[in-house]
């Protein structure tokens, strides 16, 4: 298994409260992606991060901002969390984000989130 | 839009049936495609993958899949499946961004 892991893994909050979820990786990969699992919708992206410093919107990121100060770590973090954003996070890295280097993404364990 | 779908969305067999899982995308460039399973409690693990060549594949525990780009599909399938089956099957397509089907649960009864 590739090296990512998520803290917390399991967290429960109360609607307007912000809420930091890591990701950590030892495989110094460059592209790291946070996702959220839903019934019926499959992942959707979030965010993406392509280097240090350097991150890009996806799908579904309005409510939710990233950071990555470092090429191992990228933050998600729900500035005021609501109802809507409980799901189930998981994050992914790869080498590149290019179909023509035939890379692919391996996942992290996921962090179950409940807010309240 | 790119998108993939996923035809079933909750399958239940008895063990030793065969299963075919199906997958259609919408895109008409190079995409690298993807099945993931995610058994219950636990993460999403690579199944197998296509980039080119061969359009049949393999990938582990005896799944296989067939890429047919006439038809834009990907399906999955295994001649014989097992309880330890019992998960939620992914389809992905790479077309710069991977974009997921919106899943098929698997349920395999003893």
């Known amino acids: 298994d590739a090296g990512i892991t998520q803290s917390p893994r399991h967290k429960v909050t109360e609607t307007g409260t912000p809420v930091t979820l890591r990701c950590h990786q030892t495989?110094?990969?460059?592209?790291m992606y946070w996702y959220r699992q839903d019934p019926g919708h499959g992942l959707r992206l979030i965010h993406y991060s392509y280097g240090v410093k350097d991150t890009d919107k996806g799908e579904v990121s309005d409510g939710y901002s990233v950071s990555r100060s470092k090429t191992e770590d990228f933050l998600l973090t729900l500035e005021s969390a609501t109802s809507s954003q409980t799901s189930v996070y998981f994050c992914?890295?790869?080498?590149?984000?290019?179909?023509?280097?035939?890379?692919?993404?391996?996942f992290g364990p996921g962090t179950r989130l409940l807010v309240l | 839009a790119q998108s993939v779908s996923q035809h079933n969305h909750h399958v239940i067999l008895s063990e030793a049936a065969s299963l075919e899982l199906g997958c259609n995308y919408s895109y008409g460039g190079t995409v690298n495609l993807f099945w993931y399973v995610q058994y219950p409690g636990q993460h999403l693990q690579l199944l197998l993958k296509y980039f080119s060549g061969d359009p049949l594949v393999k990938g582990i525990k005896g799944f296989e899949a067939e890429f047919i780009k006439s038809k834009f599909s990907f399906n999955l399938r295994k001649p014989s499946v097992q309880w330890s089956d019992t998960a939620e099957y992914f389809c992905?397509?790479?077309?710069?961004?991977?974009?997921f089907g919106q899943g098929t649960t698997l349920q395999v009864k003893p």
């Open positions: 992914a890295i790869s080498e590149s984000s290019s179909p023509d280097t035939k890379e692919t993404q391996y």
């Open positions: 495989e110094n990969h460059r592209y």
């Open positions: 992905a397509v790479h077309t710069g961004k991977l974009i």
